[in-house]
């Protein structure tokens, strides 16, 4: 009888046995695990490719980045050399032009002067000629008073030109 209970029971366990695996098989097909397993290794094989991807992307994104980095302080210096050059240029220039406008308001200074120089010259020599005009006016008219013969004598040759005039 014990022999018949094992069978039983090892029937039994079998029995389990095979429905436990017909259902785990059933919902392997049924709810297609393998090809999920299929579709979840495609993607992480996919994920892996563009990883891989963006890692030659990122790498080479790196190195034109280090290239650039490497040349630009020699950019920069060439940048600096460059305006100090610039600077030298526009400083000179400057210079120059302070130079050309100090020699041109110089000479302005200078004609200026020259002009005032002429007017006040001008001015001397008119009042010198109005003071010898009222010098001789004086003088002539003192002359005539004391000379009453001279005076007469003027007269008559004033009238005698006169007389000469023809119109």
Same mark, same amino acid.
């Given at each position: 009888? &014990?022999?018949?209970? =094992? ?8 029995f389990?046995?095979?429905?436990f695996? !017909? ?5 392997f097909?049924? =709810? %297609?695990?393998?090809?999920? =397993?299929? @579709?979840? $290794? #495609?993607?992480? $094989?996919?994920?892996?490719? %563009? !990883?891989? *991807?963006?890692? @030659?992307i990122?790498?080479? #994104? ?7 980095? &490497? ?5 920069? %210096? +060439? ?7 610039? +600077?030298?240029? /526009?400083? @000179? ?7 050309? #406008?100090?020699?041109v ?6 004609k200026?002067?020259? #002009?005032?120089? $002429?007017? @006040? ?6 009042? $010198?000629?109005?003071? !010898? ?14 000379? /009453? %013969?001279?005076?007469n004598?003027?007269?008559?040759? *004033? ?7 023809? =119109?």
């Amino acid at each position: 009888m &014990f022999e018949t209970v =094992l069978d039983y029971i090892a029937r039994t366990n079998l029995f389990n046995f095979l429905i436990f695996a !017909s259902i785990i098989i059933y919902l392997f097909i049924k =709810l %297609d695990i393998i090809g999920g =397993l299929n @579709e979840g $290794a #495609n993607q992480v $094989a996919v994920t892996v490719k %563009d !990883s891989e *991807s963006a890692k @030659e992307i990122s790498e080479s #994104n790196l190195k034109s980045i280090e290239e650039m980095i &490497f040349h630009l302080q020699e950019e920069i %210096d +060439a940048i600096i050399k460059q305006s100090e050059s610039s +600077a030298k240029l /526009v400083g @000179e220039k400057i210079l120059t032009d302070a130079q050309r #406008n100090v020699e041109v308001i110089k000479e302005n200074t200078e004609k200026l002067i020259d #002009n005032k120089t $002429a007017l @006040e010259r001008n001015d001397i020599m008119k009042r $010198a000629s109005l003071a !010898s005009v009222q010098i001789a006016k004086e003088h002539i008219i003192k002359e005539l008073q004391n000379n /009453v %013969d001279l005076h007469n004598k003027l007269i008559d040759e *004033s009238l005698e030109e006169i007389d000469g005039v023809t =119109l």
